[in-house]
């Protein structure tokens, strides 16, 4: 049974603070993804990797950083969260080359940040 | 123009109706092409993906493209309550770069009335 796992289901921080969402594949796929969704806007994609210390920017990557050390995990980093970063965030993984191609997306069980 | 665009509903249909779920999207480079339900404050999850113009079936859900007219569609047969979600579109373009740009339309929400 395939399986995208994230850190934390629910997390409050306070504004300024760092938060750290990290998220674990278990298909050996090349590709991961950080989204966020958010009402009326839909899942906009923040970064993504596909290979070990590759990412690209996605949409809207302004206030966030990613890291891939190593194929299974992704982290997602926001270095002093703002009000406007309250969200659902999702991780997503797939097989194939260089983004997917014809592979459909796993996503983990998301996170909902609230920033105060 | 957005890229992926949905009627976002609701869509309301009874019991054992048909549901016609429609997306249309802008760039002809798209090659791959999926639906995917989301469930109130769960995560997506894939239905079904198509690739080539025409028709596919799984179960009671069938998946229709028209490369030509640039869009696609999702028919779900014998609607149940338990079919009442957001249905999300996904394109996959190949982008000049040579890596794959997944878009996601904003979702359709459809209710099943019992």
């Known amino acids: 049974d395939v399986k995208v796992t994230q850190s934390s289901r629910y997390l409050v921080k306070r504004t300024g603070e760092k938060v750290f969402l990290e998220c674990v594949q278990d298909?050996?796929?090349?590709?991961m993804f950080w989204y966020r969704q958010d009402p009326g806007l839909g899942l906009r994609l923040i970064y993504f990797s596909y290979d070990v210390k590759m990412k690209e920017k996605g949409d809207i990557p302004e206030g966030y950083s990613v890291s891939r050390e190593k194929k299974e995990r992704f982290s997602l980093i926001l270095e002093s969260t703002s009000t406007n970063q309250t969200s659902m965030y999702l991780c997503a993984s797939s097989g194939g080359l260089a983004g997917g191609g014809y592979n459909e997306q796993f996503f983990g069980p998301g996170t909902r940040l609230t920033v105060l | 123009q957005k890229e992926v665009e949905q009627n976002s509903g609701p869509l309301s249909v009874p019991e054992g109706a048909i549901a016609s779920l429609n997306c249309t999207y802008s760039?002809?480079?798209?090659?791959?092409f999926f639906w995917y339900r989301q469930y109130s404050g769960k995560s997506p999850e894939l239905i079904m993906s198509i690739y080539s113009n025409g028709d596919k079936e799984d179960g009671r859900f069938t998946a229709q493209l028209n490369k030509a007219s640039q869009y696609v569609s999702l028919l779900i047969r014998d609607s149940q309550p338990s079919d009442s979600a957001t249905y999300l579109c996904a394109v996959n373009i190949l982008k000049a770069s040579g890596t794959y740009k997944y878009i996601f339309g904003t979702g359709t929400r459809l209710k099943v009335l019992a």
């Open positions: 298909m050996d796929h090349e590709n």
């Open positions: 760039d002809r480079g798209s090659q791959s």
